[in-house]
């Protein structure tokens, strides 16, 4: 029992002295995160606004002018005004505006009248999807206004909407999707360290051909397992800490569950992360073929898979299923959680069961493998 | 008569393997499968609550319409407001739909009356679009409800259109700009791994006293990443266009000439990658280094003009940046030549840089 613990220990520290002297591992562990957070703190957005928008007056009468106004003092639309369409479509082409609103030319006179309805036509460029999306959403919201406001102007042209919704947010009352974006990438940077790290290590060990060695020694199955996997454990909570400061301090993201919570449950995910990542490198024993099945299996379902970013209820069944088996599924739910609403610890222990139990699984096969390949 | 041969064994190296054949073909197109149908912002099947603390019949009137459409999965009623935290902090679902008890009393009296959507903003983009679609159908019932009260209303509407994508269907935003994404990824892995695996198997000192010179060496290692990248690109639009149904309405010349442009400029960012790195594993890391900033950066996943103003410059240096617009517009916009040499030419002096600064200090890691 001495032995073995002696064993395990001199194995740590041999692929902890390993990390620290080969600077991918720290370019993963420490470069790698900041980057990524920096990516979805600053760069990625889906806060949509400044939508660059045309607005094509057709119609230059006093009502359509006011309609312009309200589109031209929106915070969301930054409008182009153009008197015809053909004006403005190279530029939809090109993906300079993302969109038109078109006003035409016999829309104040339709207006006045009686039995007539008088439209105004929102093209939005449907290549980008989501922004098509918010183009239309933003629209009829800057509409809306707008009729509220004219009605209050004059009785003439009819009475505003006796019902209508008023939409709150929770959590987070701003709108600011880099609050769920930051939250969320933390489960794609726990994935980058477990698995990818993880999926190199065993396989640069057979490639290298200091696997036999490894094996001609009296190191055991569960001591080659725990010597691979608890140094990139730590690495993998020394890098969680880090995102912690920088997305609380630098871009103050809320903080509202506890630091042991989140802990707790990144800790099962880790675990889980570096299981697959393990598994990947005992099944393929060449880096480069380890390194794009970790990115598939590893890096790819914590990024679209997760519900990070997209919604899993509208995906296909077929995929839905397959987030089911997601260890990421479960850890960016936690996360969002913890960091926006606070401990509901109900939620947590069904998430983190789950990810025991995943991390149960993996454990047993990369036994199962691992033992096959020492007899081979 | 040398270079040719040294393309030939490069492709070989790659292509004769069958695991790393396989690594080259079967990953993209598993990506381009996954992501084109999950990566979707839209919003489907999704479960919502409902508070109605009204008895009058309005109010049950327009609750109806929510089960009327098929956009929501499953709709729990609550008992009461007190309910509305544990709901949606549990995640059990997206969105309450609450009334008031005045709701109906307010209608019958022609007073305004307020439907409050209580949202999570965990996951705000969601939650934003299912509201735009709550507020919808509750406008819709506003409309009949003043039309059978006969109180005159606004007869101005805006009509939503949608072009090059009528129904907003992901998988052809998501397919043309994977297209992109992964010929790029290819040719990038292809380029950086070829000169690391050979320092890193000893091989590369051959290659230096082989009667090759340092510029053949180096024409020999990118341009099988430019073929096989190209290559990758055809493959996508093959399975895209032809399998997947995505329009392509532009011209398939154009396509080839834009994406043969983006691989040159990549592949002088691999070579560059390759000579840095002492070892696979260093390669495969600067690759993706690289690769996750172009691709969140570019336009891929939300729009430029969303981010910070010092940031945006940054993104003309992209050539995923040109190549994500040249391949959108040709597949659904049947986009011009005028505008595709436009969005074609500032790639060129971006791929003159790669390659040539990417040699310059290859060739003095080999001296």
Redesign the interface.
Known sequence: MFNSFQRLNALIKKEGLQIVRDPSSILIAVVLPVLLLFLYGTGVSLDLDHLRIGLVLEDTAPDARSFAESFVNSRYFDVKIARDRRELIPDLERGKIRGMVVVPSYFSEFRRLPDTVAPIQVIADGSEANTANFVQYYAQAAFSNWIQQEVADSELKGLPPLISAEPRFWYNETLESRYFLLSGSLAIIMTLIGTLLTALVVSREWERGTMEALISTPVGKWEIVGGKTIPYFFLGMISMSICLFVSTVIYRLPFRGSILSLFLCSACFLACALGIGLLVSILSKIQIIASQIALIIGFLPAYILSGFLFEIASMPPWIQILTYFMPARYFVQCLQTIFLVGNVWPLFWKNIAIMLFITGLLFFLISRKLAKRLDE | MKLLALIWKELLVVLRDP??RI?IIL?PL??LF??A???????????IGIVNRDNGEQAFE?LQRFHGTPLF?EIIYLKGMEEIGPF????KGLMVVSIDAQFSRD?DA????????????????????L??Y???I??D???D??ARSS????????????????????P??NI?SLVAVLSMLTCL?VVA?SVA?EREMGTFDQLLVSPLSPLEILVGKIVPGILIGAGEGFLMWAVGAGLLGVPFTGSILLFALSLLVFVSAISGVGLFISSLSA????A??GT??FM??SV??S?F???I????SW?QPITYLMPLRYML?LS??I???A??AS?VF??IWPMIPIALFTLSASSLYFRRRLE
């Open positions: 695991r790393s690594s990953p598993i990506q996954i992501f149908y999950a990566s979707t912002l839209d919003v489907k099947n999704a479960t327009l999965k949606l902090d549990a995640q209608l022609r007073k305004q009356a307020l439907v409050q959507l209580i949202c999570d903003g965990r996951r705000s983009n969601t939650t934003q679009i509201s735009g709550a507020a919808e509750v406008q019932y506003n409309n409800f003043m109180l005159k209303q606004q007869n101005t509407v805006l009509v939503p259109r949608n072009w090059f994508n009528p129904n907003i269907l992901y052809w935003y043309t892995v791994q695996r070892t696979q594993q260093q495969m890391l993706f280094v996750l900033p969140l950066l336009g996943a939300t729009p003009e969303n981010m910070p940031l617009i959108k517009g597949f659904l916009k986009l011009p505008i436009e969005q």
